[in-house]
């Protein structure tokens, strides 16, 4: 009888929760339009024009890409208004990148970054990219030539070049970080298209979620330098010719016309930056950087066999990094943004309570820097 | 024997036979039955008479001949009383009964009744002649190392190779009787000092206490003496290889052989047991605990692979990794059905190539393995029926199964596949997670003869993980599994092993 029961009450149970919470809505993957890439640019005053790269599935389709392009007011409107002109459930689960138009950027983002956040099937490891000129340009390339999606293909571009260390990682999740840290501002790759392909032309520098100013992609050593750690990066570095002489081989030619500078570029490097606050009345940091490298090319022959030359080619490299980063330094002051974290480290320091954001660039304004560098060359390559 | 010598009041139903031989024949044929192979030789001599009587069948003929009817006949000056009876004939086993029943069941038995007309009991001589396979090939349970020799359906015959493999005095055969009807004789085997008195005591009493008319052999012991009959999950071990008994004992678990059997039974047998395969132990002990991880790992994958795929193609697409996206994406889109009713085909498919390839020759069975090898790899994705990454998962997931070295516990983890898949296209990952927990409870809740199902891992024990999750070698198990409770814990002494001995000392 026990058991009985026991059998009678599993039954229905069962049926409950069969008939009561039975049909979850199905995401077939054949049967969605995933939504690899998208992008915003501002129309007019209240509206914006939404850009999709949707990927879909179809066994007899050559292209399996489509753009569809809608304007609307916020960007779920933009996602009903374009799942009228495609004939399978647009979904956002796969998104890999958003571009930006700069035009919009400059007028605030964090209304939009914040439809993206609240969205659970977007992934945090979305890249947010800004856009040269307008998103729509960018996501309509010819995308014939590519073998795998736009989405994906900016994935992987803006990935590869993280990885090689040329980029800082602009996911959403390090975005919405450095957006709402008190201390530090986000920082976002500007794509430019080149030709028929796209091409990181520098990295954006937020105030807030304001774009205020521009980094080129020469500068950018710099930047990722103090930014964070390199393991393997490659540099390549421009010095007045006259300052080598003494160093440089003739090789019976006099005078060799090419360059009228000497570049030197140094590879898989190893960097180590720290900050420190010295004088907390004076706002004084200290910048020191330390890094190990390998010294690969040169424009000029170089006598590298002593000792000599080497610490003297290291402390030109110093020199001329010191004043880059001074220069920087100031730069981003000027532009009153701190991708870098110079907030952070001064509230790291300071007892106080910390900071708002208001109160730090006001003090921020009149901080100073001392920048030293200290490079050591550990190889110079192999030479049989 | 001498039970109506010591004047005891015979109980009801046991009775002493005619002392008329003619008599005698009557009643033997009235008891056995419709017996046509009941055969009597009658031997005459100066007015008295002896009959030998037996079943023709079941009797080594040439044995009567020669030990029975030869001796008689040649000792023309010796008497046919029971004593002189006794010292003319040449056999071992011979006993002296008059009682009917123990008659007629000694005759079912094989054994020979010779009685002389007149005489207060016969006797009984065991000449008796059983058809036997020779030892052969372990086939169920094949190995690359380690001893191939398997149990046959001679109880006798297993005693022996068990006896042979341990020659320890305290080896204990304790004889049962299964079946009310078939009284199949068994043997209850452990080593005295080391198994747990309480298991043997379980065993012992689980099998004693069976009524049941007919057992049909140790398999079946298993399922009518195992905790839940309802669970999927074998719960007791058999097994065709004598080591792996001699293992088992050794370690302090306890077997019961039954004669007709191929098979022992052992326990008790957590989770765990059934993926150990001796070869671990004859393997060096890194390879050893190499496949055992790897058995794990296959059943792991083999139970959820099809499941994590119906799941995520029917509800969390957002979980592709980009390069997957396109090949999985392509090769779903020509399929007409839902995830969960293509796995569930593709499933079923496996399964009945595995089945017909179990009960056909050998011979087919190969052939219809490379002809539904082709059908399936190849026609069945051209056709659009099934996407190829199914193929491939499906075909992992089932050999995933087919490394498990108990082919009970395969089967169970074949079985338990399908309820997961159907939980994980109707909620997905959470149904995933809803049938899981499910199977887990479940094994949690189960025993092997009153002990945890699932020990080392719950209880946790981890000394006793480096003899069933993982295998550790020898130097670090001085000890005797402790799930066993084994009374005499120590295999060897371990601080014994850590002296040295050196020449010098």
């Not at chain 2, 009041?9 to 003619?22: F, M, N, R, V, Y």
């Not at chain 2, 004669?259 to 039974?265: C, E, H, K, M, N």
């Amino acid at each position: 009888m026990q058991r009985r029961h026991k059998w009678k009450l599993i039954m229905v149970n069962i049926a409950c929760v069969l008939t009561l919470c039975s049909c979850v809505e199905t995401k077939q993957l054949e049967k969605l339009g995933l939504i690899t890439a998208q992008g915003y640019d501002l129309e007019k005053e209240n509206e914006i024009k939404g850009t999709v790269v949707v990927h879909k599935f179809d066994p007899l389709a050559e292209n399996l890409t489509k753009v569809i392009t809608v304007k609307s007011h916020t960007s779920k409107a933009l996602r009903q208004e374009q799942n009228l002109e495609i004939d399978q459930k647009l979904v956002t689960g796969q998104l890999r990148c958003v571009i930006y138009s700069k035009e919009l950027a400059k007028r605030g983002l964090s209304q939009l970054v914040d439809a993206l956040n609240r969205d659970p099937t977007i992934g945090n490891m979305v890249y947010l990219t800004v856009a040269d000129d307008d998103a729509l340009s960018i996501v309509n390339i010819d995308q014939s030539k590519l073998k795998v999606n736009l989405g994906t293909y900016l994935y992987n571009l803006i990935k590869q070049n993280v990885e090689s260390e040329q980029l800082t990682s602009p996911t959403l999740h390090e975005f919405n970080h450095n957006l709402q840290d008190h201390g530090k501002d986000p920082v976002l790759p500007i794509l430019k298209l080149k030709g028929e392909g796209v091409t990181i032309s520098g990295i954006a520098l937020f105030k807030g979620d304001r774009i205020v100013g521009e980094l080129p992609s020469n500068k950018l050593f710099y930047a990722k330098v103090l930014y964070d750690k390199y393991k393997s990066g490659t540099h390549e570095l421009g010095f007045n010719r006259s300052h080598f002489k003494q160093i440089i081989k003739n090789q019976g030619r006099e005078n060799k016309e090419v360059y009228d500078r000497l570049f030197i570029s140094i590879d898989n490097i190893r960097s180590h930056a720290k900050i420190k606050l010295i004088d907390k009345e004076k706002l004084l940091f200290r910048v020191e950087v330390t890094l190990d490298s390998r010294l690969l090319e040169a424009t000029e022959p170089l006598d590298l066999t002593s000792t000599k030359n080497i610490k003297f080619i290291e402390k030109k490299i110093n020199k001329e990094m010191e004043s880059q980063i001074k220069q920087l330094l100031e730069f981003f002051k000027k532009k009153q943004v701190d991708p870098i974290g110079i907030g952070n480290e001064y509230m790291a320091n300071s007892r106080e309570k910390p900071l708002s954001k208001k109160e730090w660039r006001e003090l921020y304004k009149d901080a100073k820097f001392e920048v030293r560098v200290d490079n050591t060359i550990v190889k110079t390559g192999v030479i049989d | 024997m001498f039970k109506w010598m010591s004047g005891k009041k015979t109980p009801e139903g046991e009775k002493a036979h005619s002392l008329q031989i003619d008599e005698l024949k009557e009643q033997l044929k009235k008891e056995l039955v419709a017996c046509s192979d009941l055969m009597f030789r009658t031997l005459k001599r100066n007015d008295k008479k002896i009959v030998i009587c037996f079943v023709s069948s079941l009797i080594d003929k040439t044995g009567v001949d020669d030990y029975i009817l030869k001796p008689i006949q040649e000792n023309t000056q010796s008497g046919w009383s029971v004593e002189e009876l006794a010292q003319i004939l040449p056999i071992t086993d011979l006993t002296g009964a008059n009682q009917l029943n123990e008659i007629v069941m000694a005759l079912i038995d094989g054994k020979t009744y010779i009685y002389s007309e007149g005489e207060p009991f016969g006797f009984l001589a065991n000449l008796s002649n059983t058809v036997e396979r020779s030892l052969s090939h372990a086939e169920t349970e094949s190995l690359v190392f380690g001893p191939k020799i398997a149990f046959t359906e001679s109880l006798l015959g297993n005693v022996n190779i068990i006896r042979n493999n341990i020659k320890d005095p305290n080896l204990c055969m304790e004889d049962l009787a299964i079946g009310t009807r078939s009284k199949t004789s068994a043997k209850l085997v452990y080593i005295k000092g080391i198994a747990d008195e309480a298991n043997i005591n379980t065993f012992r009493q689980r099998v004693s206490q069976l009524e049941i008319d007919h057992v049909q052999g140790t398999t079946v012991l298993g399922q009518l003496i195992e905790g839940n009959s309802w669970s999927v999950f074998p719960q007791l071990m058999t097994t065709e290889l004598p080591d792996r008994i001699t293992l088992a004992l050794m370690s302090g678990r306890v077997a019961v052989l039954m004669d007709r059997s191929p098979d022992a039974l052992y326990g008790p047998t957590p989770f765990f047991t059934f993926f150990e395969s001796t070869e671990d132990v004859y393997m060096r002990w890194n390879m050893g605990f190499f496949l055992r991880i790897l058995r794990l790992v296959a059943t792991f994958l083999s139970v959820l692979l099809t499941p994590a795929y119906v799941a995520v193609l029917t509800y969390h697409y957002e979980v592709i990794p980009s390069p997957l996206l396109v090949s999985l994406g392509q090769s779903r889109s020509n399929v007409p059905f839902p995830p969960v009713f293509e796995a569930f085909l593709l499933e079923f498919v496996i399964e009945l190539l595995r089945e017909a390839g179990a009960r056909l020759p050998t011979k087919v069975g190969q052939t219809m393995g490379i002809v539904g090898g082709i059908v399936i790899g190849q026609a069945a994705v051209e056709a659009g029926f099934t996407s190829n990454i199914l193929i491939i998962i499906i075909a992992l997931s089932a050999l995933g199964s087919f490394t498990t070295p108990s082919y009970l516990m395969g089967t169970a983890i074949r079985i338990i596949r399908f309820p997961i898949i159907l939980m994980a296209g109707f909620w997905g990952g959470i149904g995933i997670m809803v049938a899981f927990c499910f199977f887990i409870i479940h094994l949690l809740k189960l025993d092997t003869l009153g002990r945890p199902y699932l020990a080392p891992i719950y209880p946790l024990n981890l000394k006793d993980l480096g003899y069933s999750i993982f295998r550790f070698p020898s130097q670090f198990l001085s000890y005797r599994p402790v799930t066993n409770q084994p009374e005499d814990k120590e295999r060897y002494s371990a601080k014994k092993a850590k002296e040295k001995k050196d020449v010098d000392e």
